[in-house]
């Protein structure tokens, strides 16, 4: 077990639903981040906090709302999504100020209809 | 912004070759190349990482050489065996400021090791 979950591992949703994926880390890192993986594709870079404040947003569309409540928690609320939004969502932690390892959660698959 | 290449994209090697996966970087000032590993139905897991300040690092089959002056730094997986069969996706870290980074990700490299 990586210390980094993630609920729901899969989850189908219209494109007029709203949903939230939840990222949870238990290895008391300060820093959270969403990345989203598409086939063929570099895992894509969508969000960073750090000290649970965002420092990084990697031009994502604003369907994709992020939040971080405290360092465990981290949430990205979904809304309007399109199809092209189907991909697999990772959430990572580490330690900033440190340059050091990010460990990833399972993913959730997200499938847009 | 930092951009990793990733080469090649697919690899089969026979139970027990080698397996040798590339990647080049474009920030000089990356320090930190970590390699990961994601097997079906996971997320990417750390196997090995190397800093800047070493040409190569070894654990058992696994081993990254980096070249800092080219740019460019790879992994090698001797005798591989079938539960090496994965994606196995390199990085390098990029400084957002304030002593913080994230890490800028090639395509992957989808191994499968023939039995």
Redesign the interface.
Same mark, same amino acid.
Do not use: R
């Given at each position: 077990e990586?210390g980094?979950t993630?609920t729901p591992r899969h989850l189908v949703m219209g494109m007029t639903n709203k949903k939230s994926l939840k990222c949870e880390q238990h290895l008391g890192h300060n820093?959270m981040?969403w990345y989203k993986q598409s086939a063929?594709?570099?895992?894509e870079?969508m969000f960073?906090y750090?000290l649970e404040e965002r420092? @990084?947003n990697n031009s994502v569309p604003s369907r994709f709302s992020p939040e971080c409540p405290n360092s465990s928690h981290l949430f990205l609320h979904l809304h309007t999504l399109q199809p092209e939004d189907s991909a697999l969502y990772?959430c990572?932690s580490s330690q900033?100020?440190g340059?050091? @390892?990010?460990?990833?959660?399972?993913?959730t698959r997200l499938t847009v209809v | 912004g930092e951009n990793v290449e990733q080469h090649p994209s697919t690899l089969s090697v026979q139970e027990g070759d080698s397996a040798v996966i590339k990647c080049t970087y474009s920030d000089s000032a990356s320090n930190y190349f970590p390699w990961y590993k994601q097997e079906l139905g996971k997320g990417p897991q750390l196997i090995i990482d190397i800093r800047s300040n070493v040409g190569e690092k070894k654990d058992q089959r696994i081993a990254v050489t980096l070249n800092k002056t080219a740019k460019h730094f790879s992994l090698h997986i001797t005798e591989t065996q079938p539960e090496d069969s994965a994606v196995y996706f390199c990085a390098a870290s990029e400084e957002m400021g304030s002593n913080d980074y994230k890490l800028s990700f090639g395509a992957g490299t989808t191994v499968t090791v023939r039995a």
């Open positions: 990586t980094v993630q820093a981040y063929k594709k570099p895992l870079l960073v750090s420092v @990084e990772l990572a900033m100020g340059n050091t @390892e990010a460990f990833f959660g399972q993913g | -």
